[in-house]
């Protein structure tokens, strides 16, 4: 299953529950993203010709990341650009997430080993704004949009 989780029409994460399988290759990102979710369903045998990459000059302005959740189950919280808290979803081992708008925090429910891919250079503090996590009291897993 793929979960695009939006906010007034604004794409805050892209979801890839690790139980999606299709034939084929399939992207769920639009092309202006500045990071790209794909899959890949190719047979035995299937053959990727080798190439190269050719240099073409990117600007990046917002840090997008993709997380594949190794092990353990995760717990993210979606926020809007004002920093309030909209909804929550459950990660489970398998699962991947690209985050694209909007902020996020994370609490683990279980021992969790997460792979993370994001653009660098790392800017170091000066890349995100930190604030306080919602009250877990207001916890929402409904929809959004």
């Excluded at 929550?88 to 996020?104: E, K, M, P, T, W």
Aim: charged share 25%; glycine share 8%; aromatic share 12%.
């Amino acid at each position: 299953m793929i979960e695009n989780v939006l906010h007034l029409g604004i794409t805050l994460a892209v979801i890839l529950y690790a139980d999606f399988k299709k034939e084929g290759i399939h992207f769920f990102t639009s092309g202006e993203f500045s990071q790209q979710l794909g899959y890949m369903n190719r047979p035995q045998g299937y053959v990727i010709p080798p190439h190269v990459h050719n240099s073409v000059l990117r600007e990046v302005q917002f840090t997008k990341e993709v997380l594949f959740i190794k092990s353990g189950k995760v717990r993210v919280d979606f926020y809007d650009e004002e920093q309030n808290y909209l909804l929550s979803r459950i990660l489970n081992q398998g699962d991947v997430i690209l985050l694209a708008f909007g902020g996020h925090g994370f609490e683990m429910l279980e021992p969790s080993e997460i792979i993370e891919v994001k653009q660098g250079p790392y800017a170091g503090e000066a890349d995100k704004t930190r604030f306080a996590p919602c009250d877990p009291s207001k916890l929402c897993f409904g929809e959004e949009e």
